[in-house]
T-cell receptor
Framework: ETGVTQTPRHLVMGMTNKKSLKCEQH?????MYWYKQSAKKPLELMFV???????ENNSVPSRFSPECPNSSHLFLHLHTLQPEDSALYLC????????????FGPGTRLTVL | GENVEQHPSTLSVQEGDSAVIKCTYS??????FPWYKQELGKRPQLIID?????GEKKDQRIAVTLNKTAKHFSLHITETQPEDSAVYFC???????????FGTGTRLLVSP
């Protein structure tokens, strides 16, 4: 598959569960991002990784834990989430530089019960 | 850090009309301003962008204008079609590394 892929596409979890979201980019990019999309804050940046190094943590609660083992893969580990964490989680990637387009994945629709 | 405001939040037009969406930004050092379109149930996709050294850019029916002095930029869609119906997000590149700050989105509805 080409572009940016995310799995799973839908996830329902209880507040005590632990789950992980996976993102993979097939574009040869060196930067990857996690965004949260909800009705209240349509596109909220969570984390930025550049060449596997985290360069941005936008005051995200510790119940969200990112992992970037290489430039092509990005994970978001979830534990002890709250119902208000229910949202669409989008992954994106881009090439380095100021003017480069961010390509988004299809997202994971997360529901926390 | 950068802050982006976007207006209106919803916009309804008749097919064939023009639509304008406006954004303001706070950091005068921001130098890159992309616009993304998100159709219902789909991922956001870039439709046009502009750099700070350019005042206007066109691509067929869409255009973007930038006023650096006033720190605002706008998306213009002419001859709107029903398939233009979507949520549109503006963004500004924060002077920090690789970070885009998005506006809150405009839901455009084009009625036949």
């Amino acid at each position: 598959e080409t572009g940016v892929t995310q799995t799973p596409r839908h996830l329902v979890m209880g507040m005590t569960n632990k789950k992980s979201l996976k993102c993979e980019q097939h574009l040869g990019h060196n930067a990857m991002y996690w965004y949260k999309q909800s009705a209240k804050k349509p596109l909220e940046l969570m984390f930025v990784y550049n060449f596997k190094e985290q360069t941005e943590n936008n005051s995200v609660p510790s119940r969200f834990s990112p992992e970037c083992p290489n430039s092509s893969h990005l994970f978001l580990h979830l534990h002890t989430l709250q119902p208000e964490d229910s949202a669409l989680y989008l992954c994106a990637s881009s090439q380095g530089g100021t003017y480069n387009e961010q390509f988004f994945g299809p997202g994971t629709r997360l529901t926390v019960l | 850090g950068e802050n982006v405001e976007q207006h209106p939040s919803t916009l309804s037009v008749q097919e064939g009309d023009s639509a304008v969406i406006k954004c303001t930004y706070s950091d005068s050092a921001s130098n890159y301003f992309p616009w993304y379109k998100q159709e219902l149930g789909k991922r956001p996709q870039l439709i046009i962008d502009i750099r700070s050294n350019v005042g206007e850019k066109k691509d067929q029916r869409i255009a973007v204008t930038l006023n650096k002095t006033a720190k605002h930029f706008s998306l213009h869609i002419t001859e709107t079609q029903p398939e233009d119906s979507a949520v549109y997000f503006c963004a500004a590149k924060d002077t920090g590394f690789q970070k885009l700050v998005f506006g809150t989105g405009t839901r455009l509805l084009v009625s036949p």
